[in-house]
């Protein structure tokens, strides 16, 4: 497809995307914090009525009542929240199509990688489906009962398949697969575990049965497992803005310290929902002090040394940048599939080279996330000069041309 149209295209699934999983995670967040609000119903209610809340929005006020049963004729109205979720995952597996697996080359898989780009997407797709039936098999098989295990195994998981799609994808790809994985796992859910229990359970209402509560019991544990890894995916939804994450040496580990994190932070919301605050004001300083230790751990050290630098001529940088950049970074650039400079970067003058030093710098020396799927077969020496270069000032010598 031709590249303009590839634009439009992820534009308006991105677009879509993001809008149906703000609504899916508003809902399961609003049904979270219900749930552990509801206090003792008021002596008017009816007598199926576990619990209530009253609630004020936008000029209203509303009382909130969970019921064990409901008789009949309600059945035929209720509301079901599921096509956020569906929707959700079917743009996001549009967009992984349209941008990581039409686009392998420049995406997927690194040009000098293992993996040709088919080999790659069905890798991609692999990781997808497998990531579903193990995890499956686990839950059933109750190895997940216990929820100090279930987080155990869920970091582990997650830092060996990003250790190993870091040997065949590049930085960004491995990571976006991980979330990719996790969203699915988040789906497949709602789709295959809470409709059908939900299902169930409207069924034996109907015939005037009090449903079966191990149902229930298992889509409450699914739903309390894609509770945790909401603020992680949506972090590794983020992720491809932070090359400093994963184009790092130890990405691995710091995208485990991360979904750590969120789902640490998840917790506090979960706390202090039930009205636990109290015990939990140690989480969000803790939160945020293991975020800026991550920072501090993960710095990139300076890959040269000031003796060295007297030896880098701007003209050698130039040379660089002309050979390995300009094809794309340029007001109408000469790579194929490229229509405009990408992110608006363009690096054909010296004075452009000066306004982007410090995002080379980061960019194609401290990662290497440029050139992208390094298709202009950048040499580490280009990339080691190019450091050199930046540490000892970034001097941009316009009289030298
Ligand atoms: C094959 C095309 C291609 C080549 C070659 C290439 N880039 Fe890029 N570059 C891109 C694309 C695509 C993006 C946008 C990435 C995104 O959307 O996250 C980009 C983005 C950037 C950005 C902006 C990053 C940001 O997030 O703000 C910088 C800086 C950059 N490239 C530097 C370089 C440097 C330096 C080189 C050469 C060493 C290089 N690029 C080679 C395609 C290329």
């Known amino acids: 497809m031709d590249a303009y149209w590839l634009d439009w295209l992820n534009l308006v699934l991105r677009w879509a995307h993001v809008i149906?999983?703000?609504?899916?995670?508003?809902?399961?967040?609003?049904?979270?914090?219900?749930?552990?609000?509801l206090e003792e119903?008021?002596?008017?209610?009816?007598?199926?009525?576990?619990?209530?809340?009253?609630?004020?929005?936008?000029?209203?006020?509303?009382?909130?009542?969970?019921?064990?049963?409901?008789?009949?004729?309600?059945?035929?109205?209720?509301?079901w929240f599921k096509w956020d979720a569906y929707l959700t995952w079917i743009t996001g597996a549009l967009l992984l199509i349209a941008l990581y697996y039409l686009q392998a080359p420049t995406w997927l898989v690194p040009a000098d990688g293992p993996l040709g780009p088919w080999a790659g997407v069905a890798v991609g797709l692999a990781v997808l489906v497998l990531g579903w039936l193990v995890y499956d098999r686990a839950c059933r098989a109750g190895w997940l009962d216990d929820g100090r295990v279930a987080t155990l195994a869920g970091l582990v998981a997650v830092g060996a398949l990003a250790f190993a799609l870091e040997q065949v994808f590049t930085g960004r790809a491995a990571y976006l697969h991980v979330g990719a994985m996790l969203g699915t796992l988040m789906a497949a859910n709602v789709a295959m575990i809470i409709m059908p229990a939900q299902r169930a359970l409207v069924a034996a209402t109907a015939r005037g049965e009090r449903p079966d509560p191990a149902l229930g019991a298992r889509a409450k544990q699914r739903s309390v497992h894609n509770n945790y890894v909401t603020l992680p995916v949506?972090?590794?939804?983020?992720?491809?803005?932070?090359?400093?994450?994963?184009?790092?040496?130890w990405s691995w580990a710091i995208l485990v310290a991360l979904v750590a994190i969120g789902a640490f932070a998840r917790h506090w919301f979960n706390l202090h929902d039930a009205g636990r605050a109290r015990a939990a004001v140690w989480i969000p300083p803790a939160a945020v002090a293991a975020l800026v230790a991550l920072a501090f751990v993960s710095q990139p050290r300076a890959t040269s040394t000031s003796t060295d630098a007297a030896a880098?001529?701007?003209?050698?940088?130039?040379?660089?940048?002309?050979?390995?950049?300009?094809?794309?970074?340029?007001?109408?650039?000469?790579?194929?599939?490229?229509?405009?400079?990408?992110?608006?970067v363009a690096l054909e003058t010296p004075a452009d080279i000066r306004r982007h030093a410090r995002a080379i710098y980061t960019q194609s020396v401290v990662t290497d996330a440029m050139p992208i799927g390094n298709l202009t077969g950048i040499t580490p020496d280009e990339r080691a000069l190019l450091g050199r270069w930046y540490e000892s000032g970034a001097a941009v010598d316009t009289a030298a041309r």
């Open 312 to 344: 880098v001529r701007f003209a050698e940088v130039e040379a660089v940048i002309d050979r390995r950049c300009v094809s794309c970074h340029a007001a109408e650039p000469t790579f194929e599939g490229f229509v405009e400079p990408p992110l608006g």
């Open 20 to 37: 149906f999983a703000v609504a899916w995670i508003g809902t399961s967040f609003f049904f979270m914090w219900l749930d552990a609000s």
């Open 41 to 79: 119903p008021g002596r008017d209610a009816d007598r199926e009525v576990g619990g209530e809340s009253w609630l004020v929005h936008s000029g209203g006020f509303y009382r909130m009542q969970k019921y064990r049963m409901v008789p009949e004729p309600i059945l035929r109205g209720l509301h």
């Open 234 to 249: 949506v972090f590794i939804m983020l992720s491809n803005h932070f090359p400093m994450t994963w184009g790092h040496g």
